[in-house]
């Protein structure tokens, strides 16, 4: 990686450094940043981004078709091992398992298959839209989430869709429905990896829901699909909740780059917690 | 397992034999059935099955909340060996790995969440409704897929929506949209385990593009999260493909019992194979 790449915040905090190698099993040390948390746990798109990044490095394949995280503990600023593991790699695609430890501890099982975005041959047929919102400049900026302390939204600028985060005013839509525009603050291009962070980056829609009070709302596990590599700049997206039962609940997400053009999709199942 | 149990023909193609236990380590000896192939390969949703029943027995835990299974290689009837890793046992959720290997290969890593679903007391709701669709014994009997060579519709009844499969006509609708009714044909009454089979079952919507031609649509990466333990009987199903790039796709499922409740989502990542 040059000094360039390097001088972005979230390529400086997603850095692990490669302590042995034997066969398909790479081990690295990584520092968790506290500068991605919501309240005191950092981010889980901040921390999948990091075990994808190590899983690409692994591979030496460009992009994240698809990516599987199982966050099993609650993960902490600070040092943390990531173990690789090389599953398969063929001559399209390859898959790697990355195990994030902490103080001994397995935080987060992540399997990702990557290959090469821009050697696609097939046809094309979209029929999602992106949302339909107001320029960033007429959304709402400001931290939004289920606590006030955000050392997040010193790193991510977000744009909220007027109207789509109601929970805030006491005051909610019962539509568990959120959308708007986000890119890095320090300018970081938005490019394949960067679209992991924000498949997760985003306040909780079903927040919005009245019979969904949390203090937080945890994920079990997050699946995130790159399909294309997205233009540089701001991205746009949707997420919802459709389904919340028994206070565990889906949140899907679309995620489109500046130029409209579908980019990612996520899905998680995350619960509420009071 | 019971007798009753293993009079069912699922249950006995997705019985494993435990050969060795070490630790979190289990081994388990299988035999892949032909009885639930399309083409020569068997169903991707037959296999997830097996491995997440394996998976919930190494955990001893009944429900699997979220299951992604990645498929590295075509898996051939006969026998496998399955591996299983515990990861985290805690209370009120387990996860563990499954590894299927076939000839020395490994042909399936998957992981899977579970835990109990009738232990749930978090709040419910649910915006998602049932495809409208007339009742099993007025849409369409009979086989259906991209090929004819369907041991699996000997196993499963399917009652597609009428106008759901246009491909076979040569009519294509353009709407990458199917639902209908499924159930097993031997009477095996539908529960949580089985909705992992259900959510790979349905013939690929994708299909119905006039720019999709295809013989086979393999699965990347299938992940279902069990939502709801589901009534015993038939299961009404939708899935939707709303962005095929570059001839890669999701396929996105929403799974119904028969009183209507939402009792599973899935999402894959596929492509077109010629």
């Known amino acids: 990686m040059g000094m360039t790449a390097m001088s972005y915040e ?12 034997e066969g398909d099993r790479i081990t690295l040390d990584a520092e968790i940043s506290s500068g991605w948390s919501i309240g005191s746990a950092p981010n889980g798109g901040y921390l999948a981004t990091l075990l994808a990044r190590a899983i690409g490095d692994a591979l030496d394949m460009p992009d994240p078709f698809t990516t599987t995280a199982h966050f099993l503990r609650v993960a902490s600023p600070g040092p943390g091992r990531i173990e690789i593991e090389i599953v398969r790699k063929g001559r399209g695609h390859g898959t790697a398992v990355a195990r994030l430890i902490q103080e001994s501890k397995e935080v987060i099982r992540a399997i990702s298959t990557f290959g090469d975005l821009s ?21 709402e900026s400001g931290r ?3 606590t006030e302390e955000l050392s997040i939204a010193d790193r991510v600028d977000m744009r909220m869709s007027p109207g789509s985060v109601t929970w805030k005013d006491g005051d909610k839509s019962n539509v568990a429905e959120l959308s708007g525009w986000a890119r890095l603050r320090d300018g970081r291009p938005t490019d394949a990896l960067s679209l992991l962070f924000f498949a997760d980056a985003f306040p909780p829609p079903v927040l ?10 945890p994920t079990l596990e997050l699946t995130v ?12 997206a949707v ?14 997400g679309e995620v489109y780059d500046e130029t409209g053009a579908l980019v990612a999709m996520s899905r998680q199942l995350a619960r509420l917690h009071r």
């Open 208 to 217: 919005n829901l009245a019979v969904a009070s949390a203090r937080w709302v």
């Open 239 to 252: 997420f919802r909740t459709r389904a919340l039962i028994g206070g565990y609940l889906e949140e899907d």
């Open 225 to 236: 699909h790159v399909r294309r590599r997205p233009a540089p700049g701001w991205v746009r």
């Open 10 to 21: 979230l390529d400086r905090d997603t850095h692990a450094t490669r302590v042995a190698s």
């Open 119 to 139: 050697s696609l041959s097939g046809p094309d047929a979209v029929t999602l839209v992106p949302p339909s919102i107001p320029p960033p400049e007429a959304c």
């Open 144 to 146: 939004a989430g289920p």
